[in-house]
T-cell receptor, first 113, second 113 residues
């Protein structure tokens, strides 16, 4: 049973427009959520996170929204740039879980010039 | 540059051979993790070390062993490699077992034939 799901394997958007990447989770013990970005042949890079006590966290062009009742989070990138083209992983962890994160399968974002 | 260093970057093994994947971080992080990523899938936790001197199993520990040699180094050993262990292996570290994003290494691409 996959506890973190990214149902869209891929997403294509035009440069300058908004990219919205979605993530759903099933484990109600998760209380911290993270997004990572991964380029080919590199390790993932931490992008942004949100605690369950918040519903929004913003960092420059990146905003993460959390809907606890729906067990859903999303990453918004505005405006999208060609350099944002990468695989984005959603991850979740629980305070009681020694920092272990559970990852989704990733969404490949392509931003077209 | 500070970060997580993994060696080797690539390796081909024959079934039954053994090898050790090395990982070192120079950020004075307490917690270290080994994940594997199979094609089209997210990262799955193999083993982790919440602090120096401790190691614990993750989601997919069978066929692997680990050693937290000191605070900087966390190695992953395959005693008898199997084709099912063909994957990309990522080492990661974080400040503590709290809610912090990981810093990942660039990965080891392992093929078992």
């Amino acid at each position: 049973d996959q506890q973190v799901k990214q149902n869209s394997p891929s997403l294509s958007v035009q440069e300058g427009r908004i990219s919205i990447l979605n993530c759903d989770y099933t484990n109600s013990m998760f209380d911290y959520f993270l997004w990572y970005k991964k380029y080919p042949a590199e390790g993932p890079t931490f992008l942004i996170s949100i605690s369950s006590i918040k519903d929004k966290n913003e960092d420059g062009r990146f905003t993460v929204f959390l809907n606890k009742s729906a067990k859903h989070l999303s990453l918004h990138i505005v405006p999208s740039q060609p350099g944002d083209s990468a695989v984005y992983f959603c991850a979740a962890s629980a305070n009681t879980n020694a920092g272990k994160s559970t990852f989704g399968d990733g969404t490949t974002l392509t931003v077209k010039p | 540059n500070a970060g997580v260093t993994q060696t080797p970057k690539f390796q081909v093994l024959k079934t039954g051979q053994s090898m050790t994947l090395q990982c070192a971080q120079d950020m004075n992080h307490n917690s270290m993790y080994w994940y594997r990523q199979d094609p089209g899938m997210g990262l799955r936790l193999i083993y982790y070390s919440a602090s120096e001197g401790t190691t614990d199993k993750g989601e997919v520990p069978n066929g692997y062993n680990v050693s937290r040699l000191n605070k900087r180094e966390f190695s992953l050993r395959l005693e008898s490699a199997a084709p099912s262990q063909t994957s990309v292996y990522f080492c990661a570290s974080t400040m503590s077992e709290g809610n912090y994003g990981y810093t990942f290494g660039s990965g080891t691409r392992l093929t078992v034939v």
